[in-house]
């Protein structure tokens, strides 16, 4: 069940919520998902209730078609659709620290040292945009006309907005990580390294390849 369309529901993480352990805490995963992205559901579908004209647009439509509308129901929809989309790609981007392959796979792995000069090289420069997000947002590897990038976003802005494919992204809004790594963003980034499912990402670039 993908769930693209009004109305939207909160659908299970693909893992237990203790999966991520010891890396992202257990507690951490059920305030996340049961509590933030429910938040960013609700709104979006109460804003869509009261837009029967905008109910059949997916998900990834009404956050492209947000800035069309009148300014305070386009933010309303722009922000929250954002939310739906980002935390559901960044929790499908995650796996238990046993099945991660612990680095790039396949056709992204060959790409990202061609762009980087190895994994090392571009692990650094990752974290390096995750910890120069001011405030909240995301730090994101995508594939832009062809190409690897590593970008950031502020809030719940998207990837698509700047007409961007995304491969992994990292949210680093402070509760995403607050209970276990307080306001050390450095070591939550590094934990979060042992949960990236490589092989979804690897789907995702190989996708974003053939759009």
Same mark, same amino acid.
């Given at each position: ?90 929790? @499908? ?7 991660? $392959?612990?680095?790039?796979?396949? /056709?992204?792995?060959?790409? #990202? =040292?061609? &762009? ?13 945009? @995750? ?7 995301? $730090?994101?590897?995508?594939?832009? /006309?062809?190409?690897?990038? #590593? =970008?950031? &976003? ?34 939550? =980034? ?22």
């Amino acid at each position: 069940m993908r769930n693209n369309y009004y109305p939207f529901v909160n659908l299970p993480l693909p893992y237990p919520y203790d999966e991520l352990e010891p890396y992202i805490d257990t507690k951490t995963m059920e305030l996340h998902h049961d509590r933030h992205l429910q938040t960013y559901i609700n709104n979006l579908n109460d804003a869509l209730k009261e837009c029967p004209e905008l109910q059949d647009l997916s998900l990834e439509q009404l956050i492209m078609n947000s800035y069309r509308l009148p300014e305070d129901i386009g933010t309303k929809i722009h922000n929250n659709a954002g939310g739906v989309y980002n935390h559901r790609f960044f929790f @499908a981007g995650m796996e238990n620290p046993n099945d991660s $392959a612990g680095m790039p796979i396949g /056709r992204l792995a060959a790409e #990202i =040292i061609k &762009t980087y000069g190895g994994f090392d090289n571009f692990r650094d420069a990752f974290k390096k945009a @995750a910890l120069s997000v001011f405030g909240s947002g995301y $730090a994101w590897l995508v594939v832009c /006309r062809g190409k690897l990038k #590593i =970008i950031t &976003t502020a809030n719940q802005n998207t990837p698509l907005e700047m007409g961007m494919c995304p491969v992994i992204a990292l949210d680093v809004w402070e509760h995403a990580y607050y209970l276990k790594h307080y306001n050390v963003r450095a070591d939550y =980034i590094d934990d979060w390294f042992n949960v990236v499912n490589w092989t979804k990402a690897e789907k995702n670039y190989l996708k974003c390849l053939g759009r």
